[in-house]
């Protein structure tokens, strides 16, 4: 969708979640993210009313709100109090008859889970670093390293350290010790992939639009180790990683290169279902793009590299905001083609 052919008129409903019993920093770095987005839809032209979920009442929440009157722009990352439940949102927003920006419910479950992307993105060829799961240490028949270990159910690099890379059948074991004893949850073993990582962001239904991709530099950094997108990387501006892994972009590609990694990202984009708009994690070695992740409803935070990408692409954020309303929007008879609400 062009964004001259963007309809203002979608009144949206902006959904985000909020639990209290979060420190006071990460509450207010969410209230701020939210009333920055809400900004800069109402700047475009949408009216934008924000709604706040603070517990297990989403459909008492939207009891005051018809689902033919607004486009809800989905901000919630879960319901409060439980976590990995993003699909639980989405899923009450289907049951209520809304359409809303993002993924639906049984993509974003099955982008919760590790094992079924990568399931996903082998039926389809697509290239993803050779992995195994383990639920328990014994037996460990893993030969090949270095390795990364990540519990196989989290998102954002919940758990991923510097110690998540290992070198030998010891530090193996006792980094899936560590995921199976911290997390409750199986362990992911993966061939690390020692090269050049891009986050490539995806936008569009059917015809799909590949913003300029983001290559994380990580050239401060001379041991494997260092050099990967750690939980501190994105959410601690104290911690080294947050400081001193840079960002290229656009990344700096052969024409060859580039068409390569845009064709893997859409490849991989259509592989896990995405719908609106999603974040590729890819890593280059030896002439291939290995595929990490897939991100449906990746942070669209103004400085997350989504929004970066798309402001290099001539996409800045209220317009980016305003594309994917639209593009929710195509899904619903209920939004005529003409402008009027039915």
């Known amino acids: 969708m062009d964004t001259q052919h963007c309809r203002l008129d979608l009144p949206v409903l902006l959904l985000y979640n909020l639990d209290r019993h979060w420190p006071p920093d990460a509450i207010s770095e969410v209230l701020d993210l939210t009333n920055r987005l809400s900004q800069a839809l109402l700047e475009i032209g949408h009216s934008t009313e924000m709604v706040c979920l603070e517990g297990n009442n989403l459909n008492h929440l939207l009891n005051d709100h018809r689902p033919d009157q607004f486009i809800v722009f989905n901000w919630c990352e879960e319901i409060p109090g439980l976590p990995r439940s993003a699909a639980q949102v989405a899923t009450h927003l289907e049951d209520l008859g809304f359409v809303f920006t993002g993924a639906d419910s ?4 099955l982008s919760q889970d590790k094992r079924q992307i990568k399931q996903c993105l082998i039926e389809k060829q697509i290239a993803t670093p050779c992995w195994e799961i383990y639920e328990r240490t014994h037996p460990i028949d893993w030969e090949s390293f270095p390795a990364i270990v990540k519990p196989v159910f989290e998102h954002c690099s919940f758990g991923i350290t510097h110690e998540s890379v290992v070198y030998d059948a010891c530090s193996l074991r006792q980094q899936v010790e560590y995921v199976l004893d911290t997390f409750h949850q199986p362990a992911l073993v993966e ?3 020692d090269g050049r990582e891009f986050h490539v962001s995806v936008i569009g239904n059917g015809r799909l639009r590949v913003l300029p991709a983001a290559e994380m530099d990580f050239s401060a950094f001379p041991e494997p180790s260092g050099r ?14 947050y400081q001193l892994i840079g960002l290229k972009l656009p990344a700096p590609l052969s024409r060859e290169e580039q068409q390569l990694l845009e064709a893997t990202a859409v490849a991989a984009y259509q592989a896990a279902s995405c719908r609106d708009y999603a974040r590729m994690d890819i890593r280059l070695r030896d002439g291939i793009f290995y595929v990490l992740d897939v991100n449906p409803n990746a942070d669209l935070s103004p400085d997350a590299s989504l929004a970066l990408a798309a402001e290099v692409a001539g996409l800045p954020y209220g317009q980016l905001g305003s594309l994917l309303v639209n593009l929710a929007a195509q899904r619903s008879p209920k939004f005529d083609q003409k402008g009027s609400i039915r």
């Not at 990967?228 to 990683?241: A, E, R």
Request: glycine share 0%.
């Open 106 to 109: 049984k993509a974003l479950a």
């Open 191 to 193: 061939d690390f992939i």
């Open 228 to 241: 990967l997108c750690t939980y501190d990387s994105k959410f601690d501006p104290k911690s080294s990683d």
